[in-house]
């Protein structure tokens, strides 16, 4: 349906495009209005997020500019199309939020790049959809459409935002200017040469100036922050304009996902299902005999710790993801014309789907043994949460096999989502002090060198250590903590952290009964 000039657009469309040579780029309502938003948001970007390594309170602030500036151009009708998804706003700021409570570089990562995907997703189904009714595959293919179909909105908002005929106009006396400036560069020169050689102090303050490398730093600075002003704009136009769009109603999300033409037959599917289920189920009785019920504290003859975890829990991972492939391709491809034929399918696969469950237990406790024999690391922990997600994805599986099976890919979206909110929860560097020194006994010490090594969010941890066992060790830690970029009270209010700011005090604690 066009939409004629004389008409009132609603402001959250994107009108059809103009017929010029740029013709395939889209045409916004409100130009101006979103130019000034982008330019807006672009601005506080930048000021915000300058120093990319000392993120702290800045980045929640920015992403709730962004928040701020789409309900602004979107207007109360806005808000209501999008109030179906607005609950991927609770993860989005709180996952955010962490940035400026974790230090670690490690969650720092994770918490960015899951913002960046929850605001991805916000904004392809910020005016219609439903983020529930993507398939397994939608979500990366709205990513990537989100991180795409931006690029075209910047030069939008320059083709309708701005008058190019005022600039043309303003183009001739900026020439006039410029003219001007060449005709004043020599008579300068002339009289300042004069005036240079009239009076020592004013010759004295010129060589200062131009000597010093004060003016060279402030051009720099000055282009700098312009080039990401301007860049964080552009990201900023994307953003607003790709939300605002006018929806087709063939795009991702606006139905369910529709089922496809089944291509398996439900005998060939069964004897696949039947012989991976008898495979499991002899690999799990061992696991049971010898992991579960025989409560293996060391690793099985011939092997050592490292051997039998790590080369035990790769193998081991890669089953449990290959045969959620397997139950997931089975469920879409494979033909069941009868109730009797859905029930044995379900049950068969649903078998598979709990022996893989305990092989992933399997795999868990391979590396608790490991853990228990070296200790925790950062690496260490994260895959245990991974290996509790894909877990968690599992059993939603097996759910989603006899109840709303168009609901798995959301679910398994969720879990994700839980899966970063516990490592935030758990703290990971102080988790792994604490377990470290539990597993160490008397005098015995965790290595030092690795834990003063973890971030500021393991500094109670670490004092409480140091205090108690190492005292010598507090000037290194006072080091370590207080002299951390970002860290002092001199840092800027945007560069503020929780586990920083916390680990200073600590330090200065620590340091000073050393020091008396």
């Known amino acids: ?199 020592v102090a004013f010759s004295t303050a010129v060589e200062r100036l131009l000597s010093s490398e004060v003016l060279t730093e402030v051009v720099a600075v000055a282009t700098a922050r312009g080039i990401a002003t301007v860049f964080s704009a552009c990201v900023a136009a994307g953003i607003l304009g790709h939300a605002l769009r006018r929806r087709s109603l063939d795009e991702l999300g606006e139905q369910e996902e529709a089922p496809v033409a089944p291509r398996l037959g439900l005998i060939e599917a069964l004897t696949l299902v039947f012989t991976v289920d008898a495979l499991f189920l002899v690999f799990a009785a061992f696991q049971v005999m010898y992991l579960f019920i025989g409560d293996a504290t060391s690793p099985a003859p011939g092997y050592t710790y490292a051997q039998y975890a790590r080369q035990g829990f790769s193998e081991l991972m890669l089953v449990s993801t290959l045969t959620l492939g397997l139950v997931m391709a089975l469920a879409r491809w494979t033909r069941r014309e009868s109730r009797s034929a859905e029930l044995l399918f379900r049950g068969a696969t649903s078998v598979m789907v709990a022996l893989t469950l305990v092989i992933v237990a399997s795999a868990v406790k391979r590396m608790g043994l490991y853990e228990d024999a070296f200790g925790y690391t950062q690496l260490r922990l994260y895959t245990h949460v991974f290996m509790f997600a894909l877990g968690g994805v599992l059993g939603w599986r097996a759910v989603t096999l006899w109840w709303r099976p168009e609901r798995f890919a959301v679910g398994a979206f969720v879990t994700a989502l839980g899966a970063v909110l516990a490592l935030n929860v758990i703290n990971p560097d102080a988790f792994i002090v604490r377990h470290n020194l539990a597993r160490v006994s008397g005098e015995e010490l965790p290595d030092l060198d690795y834990l003063m090594g973890l971030s500021a969010d393991a500094a109670p941890e670490v004092a409480a250590l140091l205090s108690e066992r190492e005292p010598e060790w507090t000037e290194r830690f006072f080091r370590r903590y207080v002299l951390h970029p970002g860290a002092g009270p001199e840092s800027a209010w945007r560069e503020w952290n929780l586990a920083r700011r916390q680990a200073t005090f600590l330090a200065d604690r620590v340091a000073k009964p050393a020091a008396k």
């Open 1 to 199: 349906m066009s939409v004629s000039a004389s008409s009132s657009p609603e402001p959250y469309k994107v009108l059809s495009a103009h017929r010029s040579p740029s013709s395939w780029l889209p045409s916004v309502t409100k130009p101006r209005r979103m130019l000034v938003a982008a330019l807006a948001v672009g601005y506080a970007t930048q000021a915000l997020l300058y120093q990319p390594g000392m993120w702290g309170v800045s980045f929640p602030l920015v992403v709730l500019v962004v928040l701020g500036a789409l309900l602004w151009m979107g207007g109360r009708e806005g808000w209501e199309r999008a109030r179906p998804n607005a609950w991927l706003i609770v993860p989005l700021v709180v996952v955010s939020g962490f940035v400026a409570v974790r230090d670690s570089d490690w969650l720092t990562g994770v918490n960015v790049l899951t913002s960046a995907v929850l605001m991805m997703l916000l904004t392809h189904f910020w005016a219609a959809g439903r983020v529930a009714r993507l398939g397994l595959m939608g979500y990366p293919r709205v990513v990537l459409n989100a991180s795409v179909q931006p690029l075209r909105y910047p030069q939008v908002l320059l083709r309708d935002g701005v008058n190019l005929q005022g600039v043309r106009q303003h183009a001739v006396g900026l020439k006039a200017l410029a003219r001007g400036l060449l005709l004043a560069v020599p008579v300068l020169f002339v009289f300042g040469v004069l005036l240079e050689s009239a009076d």
